[in-house]
Every structure is written in C-alpha cells, then in structure tokens.
C-alpha cells in the first residue's frame, strides 16, 4: 500500500482565499483524521471520521474550517477564507478501529 | 480526563549515549492504548510501538525499548547507544478504547544527538 497520500504538499495562498486540502487514507481504514501541527499549540485533532461519518469535530477552529468525507478513499478540509494564523502543517491519519493511526506526510500551508 | 505529560522538552546527548524519553499518561479506562511516534527533521509522524493497557511487558526493537509501568501510569521509551539519524521529536499517545479512537498527543521531547 502507498500509505496516506497528502496533496498538495505544499500551498501558499492570500488571506481571503480558499484552500483545500486532500486525502486518500490506507485502503480499508474506518477512521481517517485531521491534524494541524504548529510551533505554538503542537499538534490538534481538527476532526475525524468513522466510515466516512464525522465523529468529533469539537477541535475545529471556527466555522471558516469545513471537512467532508464523501467515500471510504478520498476527504477534504476546506478553510474558506483563509488567514495568516493558519499557517501550519495540516496532517490527516487513517486507522483501523483500536490501532496505530498511519500519518501522511503532511501539507505545509502558508497563507500571507 | 485523558491527559498525556512529556516533561523533558528537549533533550541533548552525545552519540552512543543511552537516552531515556519520559512519558506520563492519565486516564480513568481501565481498557486504553499507549503509543510513541517518531517526527525527524523530515517532517513526517512515524508509528514506532502500541501498547495495550493489559500488555505490561517490556518490548524492546533493535536499540529501542519501552518501559511500561501501569503502577506509575508510565510508559518510557529508551534508546541504547543513541545514533544522529535519531535525531527527531518524539510523541507519546493514549487512546481510551470508550472514546472511539481519538488519540490524545503529549506535546513533545525534542532530541538532539550530537556527533
């Protein structure tokens, strides 16, 4: 398996603009995550999914930051409009009910 | 409440010294699961062990080996005769097993080894 793919790896954007990140997890994981990794608040749980179903979104910031899972192999996280203090690595991760999650390798965003 | 402690923020040693990464857990479930994850320079998170909470043997993987202790809500990971390329961040999880697969993340030990 290629493991959890990430695109696009790396995105610079203007404050205001939309930016949309995208994941395919491991091939039969029920669980897929969001994570946002910065210096100041290390690494969050955004939001995370069972079967394609949101389960917690309580760790999304605000209502700028959207995620959907549309089927068992492709989601999204969309933040529309963006801002400079979302400047982060925004990581997703998929797992098997009870096991280690399995990371991708993350998208740097940088908004200016 | 889930709570995961990393008290060493950062950590310097000499190459092939051994290095041990603290790790405390809290956590009302008596059925949870401990993890450690590597984050080297690169970037990417890297799965390294999990741990259930019936399991309190000692597991030990080449230089790497984890202590865990269920007495002192504690799981610590060591590496014997440390080399650069284990140079990274390493994370400390728990999960709960009631609380559907979220995983908790300590905040970090950043450790440099020095040539």
């Known amino acids: 398996d290629a493991g959890v793919i990430q695109s696009p790896r790396h995105e610079v954007t203007e404050m205001g603009q939309e930016v949309t990140l995208r994941c395919k997890p491991i091939?039969?994981?029920?669980?897929l995550f969001w994570y946002r990794q910065t210096m100041m608040r290390g690494l969050e749980l955004l939001i995370y999914f069972n079967n394609n179903v949101p389960i917690d979104d309580s760790g999304m910031p605000e209502d700028r930051f959207s995620a959907k899972m549309p089927n068992a192999s492709f989601s999204t996280l969309k933040i529309q409009p963006s801002e400079p203090r979302d400047s982060a690595v925004y990581f997703c991760?998929?797992?098997?009910?009870?096991?280690?999650?399995?990371f991708g390798p993350g998208t740097r965003l940088t908004v200016t | 409440a889930q709570k995961v402690t990393q008290a060493q923020t950062e950590i310097s040693v000499v190459e092939k010294e051994d290095v041990t990464l603290d790790c405390v857990y809290e956590t009302r479930d008596t059925t949870y699961y401990l993890f450690w994850y590597k984050q080297p320079p690169s970037g990417e998170l890297v799965f390294l062990i999990r741990?259930?909470?019936?399991?309190?043997q000692n597991e030990i993987s080449g230089r790497y080996s984890w202590n865990f202790q269920k007495s002192t809500s504690s799981f610590n990971f060591t590496i014997t005769a440390s080399q650069v390329v284990d140079s990274a961040v390493y994370f400390c999880a728990l999960s709960e097993a009631r609380r559907d697969d979220k995983i908790i993340f300590g905040k970090g030990t950043r450790l440099h080894i020095l040539p």
């Open positions: 091939s039969g994981h029920d669980y």
């Open positions: 991760a998929s797992s098997f009910p009870g096991y280690e999650q399995y």
């Open positions: 741990r259930n909470s019936f399991d309190e």
